[in-house]
Every structure is written in C-alpha cells, then in structure tokens.
C-alpha cells in the first residue's frame, strides 16, 4: 500500500486545481477516496471528531447486505435446477447464481457510479458515496431476470429524477433504489409481477424445460389468489427458500444485517422495531376481519413474507429520507408497516406492498419531524410558563 500511496501523491499535483488535468479534480479525488481514508480535518469552527463518516457509514452497510446477497446467489442457482428437475452440488447452484446475479450489479454500478462522476464533474463537487449502498441494494430488490438494458434504466432514473435533481447525495426525498424499483414497475410491470419472473430461465425461456410440478409463483402471489395451502411453510420463508427477489426471501440473513446495522449504530433500531410491530398490528385487526383468504394468513407470517423484512432493514432506515427525530422514528416506522400489510393485503392487483409504504413515508417524513419538533417547542414553553410572541 506504501508503493501505491507514493504512485498516487507523484501523479496528484496534475489533478489539483490549476494542474495539468485540473478539470478531472472530483474523479481524482473519488478514487483517491476509494482507495485510502482522507486526510482532511475540520481546522475551524467547533467541531466533533468522529471516525465514521460517509465512506465507512456506507461500508458497514454494504458488509451488512452481504449475507443477503451471498444467500440469494445461491438461491437463485437452487430454484434454477429445481424448475427444471436437475440435480446439482452446492457449487453449481452458487456459480449458477454468480453468473445471473454479478452482471446485474456490474451494471448497476456502472450506471450508477458513472452519472455520480458526471453530475460531480459539471458541479465541481467531491464524488459522493451514497451510490456505494444504492448500487447494491437495486440489484437485490429486482427479480433475476430483469434484463440489463431494464436495469441500466432504472438506475439512470433512480439517480437523476430520485436523486441528482434535489442536489446530489444527502438532498433527495426519495430512497434511490426503491425509486428504481417503481420505476420498473410501473414501465415494465411484466417483468416485475406474475409467477415467471421470479427464478431464472423461466422468462427469458419462455418456461422450456420447466417441470410441470414447479410453480415460480412467490407466497405473496399464491396468498392473494387464495391459495394458501399453496403457500410454503414458515421455516421455508424463514431461511428464504422460495421465489422472490434476489437478496428478500431470507429473513434469517436480513437479521444478521439488522443486527450489524444495530451494532455499529448506523441503522435505527427504533425504525425496525416500529416498522415490525406496526405490520404486526395491522396483521392482527385483519385476522379479526378476515374478509378474505388472505386477511386468515397469521399476523406473524406477514413479517417473514414477500419484501418486508428487507424493507424494514435496508430501505426504511436509510437516514436521509427516514424521520431525523427520535420520537418521529417510532411514528415513521410504525406507520410504515401499518401501510405496508394494507396495502397488501386490501389491493389484489398489487400484493406486496413495501415499496409504496416507504415512498409514501419518504415524502411525509419531514412534515412527521416538523409536527414532532413543534410539539417539543409547545411542551417547553409551557413548562417554562413563556409565552410565545
């Protein structure tokens, strides 16, 4: 690393302002960034030293999606020899899902990461790392077999529209890989619904060689068609062994992520929690109703089924489009998965319903800390017995 370190101070000078290729600043910077911890302090004003800042914020949260990536790598191999009723070791299934998996998110990342250098080169501004979680977590949330071209477009959208447009990482009202999410919904919705979609080769196949006693139908599908002895037992969507998309079936690998986001104090706990007890909750006043098949599915299940679990640790923690106030966590989240179970299980057309919640809460989340910091202003006045003019 000493070498390396020698190689980039020599070329440095012809990237500063007013070198050689002065103009290229914000993408020297980035990778010198990438590749080793700035060395830039605070030299004024009041300050705090801190040793996380964003490079090792969005660090620890990639290290905290890997056991979902990693596990739905080899689901995705797994379902693969299981539609078309071949047997195959631990190996073929993980090389199998490496081969799907890995193209989609070299092309979310290059996408991505590549309109981040463009905006911050006409801006003359640093290259931000925001993209770094962002880029991993779009991929995760699609199914397999989205075609590429799809995915290159959703992050191209996901990162102007949902980003760059409100001034870059840290300025935007929408979480970017939920942005990219609906947008391929609602451009593309036959590769994001039905019961084909969800485990390769079934789509780009035509289902050729697919056994007739496969279903690629998810939980969520068979739950709102009625089928719900249809649906796979609780230990089976517990450790993620079904269709869905590429990093939410496990739940057991979202929870070591929890616990890591948790840990390390970068995740609000309070989020997940309220986000888990309100979809709780809502699943409870619908098993008092049971209007419909789906309405009869245990509370319980609710939180182990479909995107919730990865939506609840992933995408409604993301700290710039979550609540900022600590009693406004609590209400944002539970909100969330209040939201998230009824517009589940009350829209046939559309049963997962996650990705909506969180928008939605995205949006209301600053009027959320607005009222909850007025409240706190109202309570202090009065106890201080002061009267606002």
Do not use: C
């Not at 590549?114 to 991993?136: C, D, K, P, T, Y």
């Not at 640790?313 to 969330?336: C, H, N, R, S």
Request: net charge neutral; proline share 5%.
């Amino acid at each position: 690393m000493k070498s390396l370190r020698k190689v980039v101070d020599k070329i440095k000078p012809n990237f500063e302002r007013g070198g050689r290729f002065g103009y290229l600043h914000s993408t020297f910077e980035a990778f010198e960034s990438f590749l080793f911890v700035p060395n830039k302090v605070t030299t004024r004003g009041s300050h705090i030293r801190d040793s996380i800042d964003m490079k090792r914020t969005m660090s620890i949260v990639v290290i905290a999606v890997i056991p979902a990536l990693l596990f739905g790598i080899w689901n995705v191999g797994y379902l693969h020899f299981l539609s078309i009723g071949q047997d195959a070791d631990f190996w073929q299934m993980v090389g199998h899902g490496v081969l799907k998996v890995l193209p989609i998110i070299v092309v979310s990342y290059v996408t991505g990461l590549g309109i981040e250098f463009i905006f911050a080169q006409i801006r003359g501004h640093e290259v931000n790392e925001g993209f770094l979680v962002s880029g991993m977590l779009i991929p995760l949330i699609i199914p397999v077999d989205v075609p590429l071209w799809m995915v290159a477009v959703a992050t191209a959208f996901a990162v102007i529209i949902g980003k760059e447009v409100f001034g870059g990482t840290g300025m935007n009202l929408l979480n970017p890989a939920l942005t990219a999410r609906a947008f391929l919904f609602f451009a593309y919705p036959a590769w994001m619904s039905g019961d084909t979609v969800w485990v390769s080769g079934m789509t780009r196949g035509g289902g050729e060689g697919i056994i007739d006693s496969f279903s690629g139908a998810t939980p969520l599908a068979e739950a709102a068609a009625g089928n719900l002895e249809n649906i796979p037992d609780a230990l089976d969507m517990f450790l993620g062994i079904i269709p869905g998309s590429i990093g939410e079936t496990s739940t057991v690998a979202i929870l070591i992520g929890a616990v890591i986001l948790w840990y390390t104090g970068i995740g609000s706990w309070k989020i997940m929690f309220s986000v888990f007890t309100g979809g709780l909750v809502m699943g409870l006043i619908l098993n008092l109703f049971a209007a419909n098949p789906f309405m009869e599915i245990p509370a319980w299940q609710h939180l182990i089924m479909g995107g919730f679990a990865f939506g609840a640790v992933f995408m409604a923690t993301d700290p710039v489009t979550a609540a900022q106030t600590e009693k406004g966590k609590w209400i944002y989240g539970f909100l969330i998965g209040i939201l998230a179970i009824l517009i589940r299980v009350l829209n046939p057309a559309y049963p997962e319903g996650v990705m909506l919640a969180i928008l939605l809460m995205n949006v209301f989340s600053p009027l959320i800390d607005h009222y909850v910091v007025e409240a706190n202003i109202k309570r202090r006045l009065k106890r201080a017995k002061v009267k606002r003019t």
